[in-house]
């Protein structure tokens, strides 16, 4: 799960993914990323940490860190949050294959920033949330 800063929407979705991925009895190994560095080594954001507890998911063991090209090799699939995250990883990839790994979360959308508006929080970890179900639900076939 990637996002800009991986403190606010990849942290939610690692989390949630995570957590229904623990409850489905999955052994799936889960992370999220940033494409910037500006909070490497933090705890996500307060306010995504709140909403997610909320609703029974810890993401305090987080820690922001930036997206490397050795993902690439790590993960079988790699999800991005918006436009610009795409552009950014993709352009990281050193070969189609790694390319192809990389999808938008939301198939016909991005996912907002709720940074810069605490009220985005809630309908992010919705939209998150379900998303994340149907992202089970296509995986496992």
């Known amino acids: 799960m990637v996002c800009l800063g991986n403190i606010c929407r990849s942290p ?17 190994e889960i992370d999220s990323a940033g494409t910037g560095d500006w909070h490497v080594g933090q705890q996500p954001d307060r306010r995504s940490i709140a909403v997610a507890k909320k609703y029974g998911v810890d993401i305090t ?7 490397q090209t050795d993902f690439f090799e790590r993960y079988d699939h790699i999800y991005v949050m918006d436009n610009n995250n795409f552009r950014d990883v993709t352009a990281l990839a050193k070969r189609e294959e790694d ?3 990389v999808r938008m979360f939301l198939q016909q959308d991005i996912v907002p920033d709720p940074y810069y508006d605490e009220n985005q929080f809630e309908p992010v970890y ?4 379900k998303r994340c179900r149907e992202l089970i639900r296509e995986l496992r076939k």
């Open 99 to 101: 390319k192809a790994k």
């Open 61 to 67: 063991y987080q820690r922001a860190q930036c997206f």
């Open 126 to 129: 919705n939209m998150i949330e």
């Open 12 to 28: 939610l979705a690692h989390g949630v993914m995570q957590h229904l991925v623990e409850e489905e009895g999955l052994d799936w």
